[in-house]
């Protein structure tokens, strides 16, 4: 692990220098990026599209309940399908670029299992799902108020979690900071993350309703790009029964979501920057290496 070999340079950034710089990042590690998003993303694509794929096509519902309900599953399971990319970006950092296979088997077999509760019930991703099976062809008004109601509802509770706590994912992958330590000295996981958020919480909530902003323009622009590519190739031409657009309306979430894990990797590199004097931390730890290797 070199210090003063990272892949970015490490000083302090505003938010839309991080967007800039995340577009950079991407481009530069775009092949392992989109198989580790694919990777990450495929399991999710099938669960959601078997709960809720029949509503698109359905004469029951109308098919914008499809796009409303599927945009809220993705931006409830953004952190948890974006996992790999941000265990590759944290290697990336430090250790050039880590294989896709050695990011997957390391996120697999060495995180904790706290992150299934943390991620999976604390910001309500398996609830959401579960409320899926609340459609049905034989009561309206179950699957409205599954739709309307109660599915919104808890994605605004799970996001409003991520808001307060967005780094959770990056203690528990990247720093493997432990749940809980016997040793009173040591840092565990509660007490790090509330270093961490704490006393940057405003500055958190402000960038996170800035990613909102631009977060549906972006998932948008995807969707229009793939229905006049598709109209320019004429690829639905013979095929006026089956549709292609309820999946390029997945994959064009599926991107924005991609991006903003990135732009958040960017984010919690400068809050820590900011908040522990990151970059004189790492100025010190090269010279230690290097010191450390003229002695030998």
Same mark, same amino acid.
């Given at each position: 692990?070199? %210090?003063?070999?990272?892949?970015?340079?490490?000083?302090?950034?505003?938010?839309?220098?991080?967007?800039?710089?995340? /577009?950079?990042?991407?481009?530069? +590690?775009?092949?392992?990026?989109? $198989?580790?998003?694919?990777?990450?993303?495929?399991?999710?694509?099938? #669960? *959601?599209?078997?709960?809720?794929? $029949?509503?698109?096509?359905? *004469?029951?519902? *109308?098919?914008?309940?499809?796009?409303?309900?599927?945009?809220?599953?993705?931006?409830?399971?953004? +952190?948890?399908?974006?996992?790999?990319?941000?265990?590759?970006?944290?290697?990336?950092?430090?250790?050039?670029?880590?294989?896709?296979?050695?990011?997957?088997?390391?996120?697999?077999?060495?995180?904790?299992?706290?992150?299934?509760?943390?991620?999976?019930?604390?910001?309500? &991703?398996?609830?959401?799902?579960?409320?899926?099976?609340? %459609?049905?062809? *034989?009561?309206?008004?179950?699957? %409205?108020?599954?739709?309307?109601?109660?599915?919104?509802?808890? &994605?605004?509770?799970? /996001?409003?979690?991520?808001?307060?706590?967005?780094?959770?994912?990056?203690? #528990?992958?990247?720093?493997?900071?432990?749940?809980?330590?016997?040793?009173?000295?040591?840092?565990? %996981?509660?007490?790090?993350?509330?270093? /961490? +958020?704490?006393?940057?919480?405003?500055?958190?909530?402000? @960038?996170?309703?800035?990613?909102? &902003?631009?977060?549906?323009?972006?998932?948008?622009?995807?969707?229009?790009?793939?229905?006049?590519?598709?109209?320019?190739?004429?690829?639905?031409?013979?095929?006026?029964?089956?549709?292609?657009?309820?999946?390029? $309306?997945?994959?064009?979430? $599926?991107?924005?979501?991609?991006?903003?894990?990135?732009?958040?990797?960017?984010?919690?590199?400068?809050?820590?920057?900011?908040?522990?004097?990151?970059?004189?931390?790492? @100025?010190? @730890?090269?010279?230690?290496?290097?010191?450390?290797?003229?002695?030998?």
């Amino acid at each position: 692990m070199r %210090f003063d070999e990272t892949f970015i340079a490490i000083r302090e950034r505003g938010t839309l220098e991080i967007f800039d710089l995340a /577009l950079h990042v991407i481009v530069d +590690h775009f092949k392992p990026l989109f $198989w580790l998003l694919l990777i990450g993303t495929l399991p999710w694509i099938v #669960l *959601d599209y078997y709960l809720i794929g $029949w509503i698109a096509t359905s *004469d029951f519902f *109308d098919a914008s309940l499809y796009y409303w309900v599927m945009m809220l599953l993705i931006a409830s399971q953004a +952190h948890v399908g974006t996992t790999f990319m941000t265990r590759y970006l944290g290697q990336a950092m430090f250790e050039g670029r880590p294989s896709v296979g050695t990011t997957v088997k390391e996120v697999l077999f060495q995180t904790s299992l706290y992150y299934v509760w943390s991620q999976g019930i604390l910001r309500c &991703v398996l609830p959401v799902l579960l409320c899926c099976l609340m %459609f049905s062809h *034989d009561s309206e008004e179950l699957s %409205f108020f599954a739709g309307a109601l109660l599915i919104p509802g808890l &994605v605004v509770l799970g /996001l409003f979690v991520r808001a307060l706590r967005p780094f959770v994912s990056e203690i #528990l992958l990247l720093e493997r900071t432990p749940i809980h330590s016997k040793d009173p000295n040591r840092i565990f %996981f509660s007490k790090r993350s509330s270093t /961490l +958020h704490a006393s940057a919480s405003g500055e958190l909530i402000g @960038r996170m309703i800035v990613a909102l &902003v631009f977060v549906l323009p972006l998932a948008f622009s995807c969707f229009a790009l793939f229905a006049i590519t598709d109209s320019t190739l004429n690829i639905q031409a013979n095929n006026l029964e089956f549709t292609f657009y309820p999946f390029y $309306w997945i994959v064009s979430l $599926w991107m924005v979501a991609g991006f903003f894990c990135v732009i958040r990797f960017l984010s919690y590199i400068d809050t820590r920057i900011r908040q522990e004097g990151w970059a004189v931390e790492l @100025r010190m @730890r090269a010279e230690g290496q290097r010191l450390a290797r003229e002695l030998e």
